[in-house]
């Protein structure tokens, strides 16, 4: 098994040109993903997040996402936090829970440029994986499934990665359709 820390992951950022092939963003939520826009900035325009952009306004996360980064970010969509179980997202919301939504995001947040070429290189093939060290303590597992991410959280959830690659001013979005969780 491959480790890949945070502090190593730094070194992937060469190979982001490969999954970047044609040097355009993909559209995300029917509308484009401006590379000169931050991760903040870019979200806010994606009809498929709004979830997550209200989850990072409710968890003070704003200003943190709009920094400088390189920041990667695992971007569950709207469809992806309604699948959590009945009443789960209005509980996290809640200003009483802050910390706990926090956590639940910075899960889905790496504290380096991880496009997905160089990560599936370092994964090498489909025996393989790569573990992700998020900036809220979490450890994903990343593997290759068919041609496509697959991500693992600490309590077995998994979530795949449906739009990759998408370059923001200060780090990278990957788009997943599934909430990772720290482990219980």
Avoid: W, Y
Avoid at 61 to 75: D, I, R, S
């Amino acid at each position: 098994m491959k480790t890949l820390l945070a502090a190593s992951a730094l070194a992937l950022t060469a190979g982001a040109a490969l999954a970047q092939m044609d040097g355009e963003n993909p559209m995300v939520g029917g509308a484009p993903m401006l590379p000169t826009n931050n991760i903040v900035q870019n979200a806010v325009n994606s009809a498929d997040h709004t979830t997550l952009v209200a989850a990072v306004q409710a968890a003070g996360l704003v200003e943190t996402l709009q920094g400088p980064g390189p920041f990667t970010v695992f971007a569950p969509t709207n469809d992806a936090f309604a699948a959590l179980p009945a009443g789960t997202l209005d509980t996290l919301l809640m200003e009483e829970n802050r910390d706990q939504l926090t956590q639940i995001l910075t899960c889905h947040v790496v504290g380096a440029e991880l496009f997905s070429g160089p990560l599936i290189e370092q994964i090498g093939s489909e025996d393989l994986v790569a573990q992700i060290t998020t900036l809220g303590g979490c450890v994903i597992t990343a593997r290759i499934v068919g041609d496509g991410l697959q991500l693992t959280d600490e309590n077995g959830n998994t979530a795949n990665v449906t739009i990759a690659d998408v370059d923001q001013s200060n780090g990278v979005i990957h788009v997943i359709d599934a909430v990772l969780l720290p482990a219980s």
